[in-house]
């Protein structure tokens, strides 16, 4: 009993992930995902940098909460793919991570396309007003399609969910009483 054989180690060590380069990843983004989070922030940054190149306006409260909510969308947009591409994701959890990017994407759709139409509204009608409008549309409409997509996913899963599983029949023979007399 002195060699130690008793009293061997009873777990194996756990094997170590390869590391990552920065510790990216983008499994978390599979499918539709990726491409939309990306086309979000594309879409955030093309409206920003039209905003910025305005020279001069008329009635300017329309392009300052457009440019409040443009830099916000990029910003807030590029944050949450950070979490969904490093390990940020699974500490704080995918649940809450899905919580805060329907809330978050449903928020930014709806004030993106507030501010859009407010600087429609207000424009001067210069081109670059205008292609900051329609950049600012388009974001929008991307950041809301993602809500769309994702609810209309869940929407098929519950459906199929209750094609596999039709409930309680009444031929079912565990529907039947034990104690049957014939």
Known sequence: MENGAVYNE??????????RLFGCTLRHLRGWRL????????LSLL?????????????????????????????????????YCTDVYETFGEDKVQKVNSGAM???GVSFLLASVVLAATSS????????????FLASIAFLAEIAIKRFHSWKQNVDRRSENPGNTQSATENQPLNKLS
């Open 106 to 108: 449903l928020a930014i």
């Open 35 to 42: 491409p939309t989070k990306v086309l979000q922030a594309i």
């Open 47 to 83: 409206a920003v940098i039209c905003e910025e190149i305005v020279e001069d306006c008329i009635r300017c409260g329309g392009l300052y909460f457009f440019e409040f909510t443009s830099c916000s969308a990029f910003l807030l947009s590029l944050l949450i793919l950070c979490v």
């Open 125 to 136: 009608g210069s081109a670059v007003e205008k292609a900051a409008c329609v950049f600012g």
């Open 10 to 19: 009873t777990t194996e060590p756990q094997a170590k992930l390869p590391r």
